[in-house]
């Protein structure tokens, strides 16, 4: 098991006719893991609890000195179970709030304390999904794959070029050459390794900004998640804690811009008056953080010996909050599509592999990508009859049986499964 940094330069990739294949004596590994972010690492606990070898490259990215994260992340059911298989919950410090009904409206006029919301749905044993601080989440990464790799060499050396093919080649910069069956991108949302490997990405952005905070509600928000689909824009309220919550607005780019302009009071009055006052006065309580939005998918994520993972592949819109849920689905079913694999004595980067994991994420990642996407385009346009209609819509559909669904949808596992998004480690035979 070796750590590197991976240093990405425009001669990184050479044809596979290139002198690099050519008189080298080569040190081979059967996976090559790239990127530094939290996808990665809990890429990388799988991995090393599963038995396999592997070498994992960070990206330059991570030798930077990193700053608060003052966000939040969603975590479903089944992401948490995940999680807590790999020792990643239990090293969580701060408290986290679970979500145990997700209230859904359009404008204020929608809703009010009389009328309640006109989609809600709950379940609250086991809880749909628990809001957990990011900055909680990367230290506990941290400190679970440090505790993993502590018995590891670690060495810092940057890639100089690397060949894709099977096997793939790299070259560091000091000197030493090593093939690997599979390379895992795990590179982030402007990943080089997809751009290098002709991998298509389609691009759904509309130039839009997330506006991130957090607030004191008046009333107690308790362990209740609000979304209102307004016409400048999704506006999610998370819980944090009885009377705390997470603020995700989603707007045109110049909205947002004109927003940050404005003081702490002109800017609390907007909020309040775009939410309603069903919580009472909001009161902002950090700072105002924004989040540039470049939500795309791959029609296709793997070929025999590279797969894409985590935002490489896909970035969703935030409004449902599944972006991370995603990644860790991505990471539970690669990993269960290794360990069959090997217990077939295929090696990684068999086409077998590749195949099975394409056509097991296949489903999920269209499902959210059009989901998220279609309702951000049907919900945020100027009022009209079309606004309206969908509106009514959602008052229709919460006194369906079939809202039972979205409770199942939202604690995940459902439109993907494996063994590790039930909180089941299994050993492989890799080793």
């Not at 004596?25 to 038995?51: K, M």
């Not at 302009?261 to 907007?270: A, G, H, L, P, V």
């Not at 090997?342 to 086409?351: D, E, I």
Request: charged share 15%.
């Amino acid at each position: 098991m070796w750590l590197r940094q991976l240093s990405l330069r425009p001669k990184w990739w050479i044809d596979n006719n290139s002198k690099m294949t050519q008189e080298r004596t080569y040190q081979h590994t059967p996976i090559a893991l790239i990127g530094g972010g939290l996808t990665t690492q809990v890429l990388a606990l799988s991995l090393v609890h599963s038995g396999f070898d592997f070498i994992w490259f960070l990206g330059p990215q991570d030798s930077q000195a990193e700053t608060k994260d003052t966000r939040t992340t969603t975590i479903h059911h089944a992401g948490k179970m995940m999680l807590d298989a790999l020792g990643i919950w239990t090293s969580l410090q701060e408290p986290t709030c679970p979500i145990t009904q997700i209230a859904v409206a359009g404008t204020p006029q929608d809703t009010d304390n009389n009328k309640g919301w006109p989609l809600c749905w709950e379940q609250a044993d086991p809880p749909m999904a628990w809001v957990v601080s990011n900055q909680d989440l990367k230290t506990a990464c941290k400190t679970e794959t440090n505790i993993q790799l502590s018995k590891q060499k670690i060495q810092l050396v940057s890639i100089e070029t690397m060949t894709i093919g099977q096997p793939n080649f790299l070259l560091d910069s000091t000197g030493k050459s090593w093939s690997c069956d599979l390379v895992i991108a795990c590179d982030g949302a402007n990943s080089l390794l997809r751009k290098q490997a002709g991998f298509t990405v389609i691009d759904q952005s509309r130039n839009e900004t997330a506006l991130v905070t957090s607030v004191q509600t008046e009333r107690p928000i308790g362990t209740i998640a609000y979304q209102r689909f307004l016409p400048s824009g999704p506006l999610a309220l998370m819980p944090i804690s009885t009377k705390t919550a997470s603020i995700v607005w989603s707007l045109p780019n110049s909205e947002a811009e004109a927003l940050t302009r404005q003081d702490k009071n002109s800017f609390e009055d907007t909020l309040n008056a775009a939410f309603g006052n069903y919580l009472g006065r909001l009161t902002q309580a950090s700072t105002l953080l924004t989040w540039p939005l470049k939500p795309h998918f791959c029609p296709r994520i793997s070929k025999p010996g590279f797969i894409l993972a985590g935002d490489a592949g896909h970035a969703l819109h935030p409004l449902a909050g599944m972006g991370f849920n995603l990644a860790l689905a991505d990471v539970a079913i690669l990993l269960d599509c290794l360990q069959n694999g090997a217990c077939s004595g295929l090696t990684p980067s068999h086409a077998s592999v590749a195949a099975a994991y394409r056509s097991r994420r296949k489903l999920e990642i269209l499902a959210l990508t059009f989901a998220t996407q279609g309702l951000n385009r049907l919900l945020t346009r100027k009022p009209g009859p079309l606004y309206q209609m969908a509106c009514k819509g959602m008052s229709v559909l919460g006194q369906l049986p079939a809202k039972r669904l979205l409770s199942d949808l939202a604690m995940g596992g459902k439109l993907a499964s494996a063994p590790l998004l039930s909180g089941k480690l299994r050993r492989s035979d890799s080793r």
